[in-house]
């Protein structure tokens, strides 16, 4: 019977632990602070800097929500980074992606500095990833990481498939698998006979942005499905095609005209050892690490 990896409790389990290091810091007269960039009114963006506010507050992290325009310009948004570079009681700055066409976001990554960089993007703290040195790391491969090692999976001498290798999820997740001595093999949309490579995969990473791109027959029964993809259907026939005879889902399909699908075909779970489901798998985590590197950022910058 596969085992499903609850990344809801995971990430529970997380934040608590982080409330009760922000709590001893409180003691020693330290708060950390992160400070959230949101750009004109992307829906989804709103939303999920809300459940990061929201998260900071029952955490005890300082929070600050700036909310510049939709038409502001590469420089103006290059002088908010500096003004919170600037500032002390900020230890994380997250610019929430992705941002109006007219302002340059490789630029603006590159601009936070390092140690403030809580998503893990900037190059000097990928290279840091690499060289197996301390680093923010990407939330979401990082969430990854504590997953398998919350529900003790053993990484270490695994056959890891990561398809994918973008370099907010596919690229980290292969690096944070590779410093915790799995063997990695990495697969984009170049790679073939994909399955070929799927199929030896004890842990199974899927990162491509494809509903239901992995199908069981591209599965090695017993293997860890990490299942990264959020990907929204609004077709029946492809609702029925993953969903059929699941009344739950039928049901929210039926009120909301949609549902969220990973990148694994569901069907694919059932041959596996151990799954993380869509939604209330890897997703779940993201936030918890945003927190967990806004107290890692907090602490190695104040020397505590
Ligand atoms: P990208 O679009 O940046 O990268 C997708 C990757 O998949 C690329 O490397 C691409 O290869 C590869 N790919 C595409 N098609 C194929 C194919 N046919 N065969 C093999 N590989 C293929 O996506 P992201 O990495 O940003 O996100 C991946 C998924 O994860 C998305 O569904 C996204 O919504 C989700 N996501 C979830 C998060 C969470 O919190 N749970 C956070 C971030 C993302 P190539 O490089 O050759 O083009």
Do not use: W
């Not at 038409?71 to 980074?81: D, N, Q």
């Not at 976001?105 to 000097?124: S, Y």
């Not at 591209?218 to 993809?229: E, N, R, S, Y």
């Amino acid at each position: 019977m596969a085992k499903v990896l609850d990344g809801a409790a995971i990430a529970a389990e997380i934040q608590q632990e982080v409330a009760g290091e922000v709590a001893a810091l409180a003691s020693k007269g330290v708060r950390p602070g992160l400070a959230v960039v949101l750009v004109g009114h992307v829906a989804a963006s709103e939303i999920y800097v809300r459940s990061k506010v929201k998260t900071c507050e029952e955490l005890g992290i300082h929070s600050e929500l700036i909310t510049p325009p939709e038409s502001i310009t590469t420089e103006e948004m290059l002088a908010i980074v500096a003004e919170l570079n600037g500032r002390e009681e900020i230890d994380g700055i997250l610019i929430q992606l992705p941002l109006p066409p007219q302002v340059d976001t490789k630029r603006l990554l590159d601009a936070i500095l390092p140690e403030k960089d809580v998503d893990g993007f900037h190059p000097v703290n990928a290279g840091r990833l690499q060289a197996g040195r301390p680093s923010l790391a990407p939330c979401t491969p990082a969430g990854v990481i504590q997953i398998l090692r919350r529900s003790g999976i053993p990484i270490a001498g695994a056959h890891a498939v990561v398809v994918g290798r973008s370099d907010i999820v596919g690229k980290p997740a292969a690096m944070l698998l590779l410093n915790e001595h799995a063997t990695v093999t990495v697969c984009h949309s170049r790679t073939r006979d994909l399955a070929s490579f799927t199929r030896q995969a004890d842990i199974l990473v899927a990162a491509i942005g494809r509903a239901g791109f992995i199908t069981p027959e591209m599965v090695k029964p017993g293997a860890t499905l990490i299942d990264v993809g959020i990907n929204r259907i609004t077709d029946r026939e492809e609702f029925l095609r993953f969903f059929a005879g699941d009344a739950r889902r039928e049901e929210t399909f039926t009120r909301r005209g949609s549902v969220i699908v990973g990148d694994i075909d569901p069907h694919a779970f059932a041959l596996s050892g151990a799954y993380t489901p869509v939604p209330g798998g890897v997703g779940k985590l993201t936030i918890a690490m945003l927190m967990s590197n806004t107290l890692q950022a907090a602490r190695q910058r104040r020397g505590f």
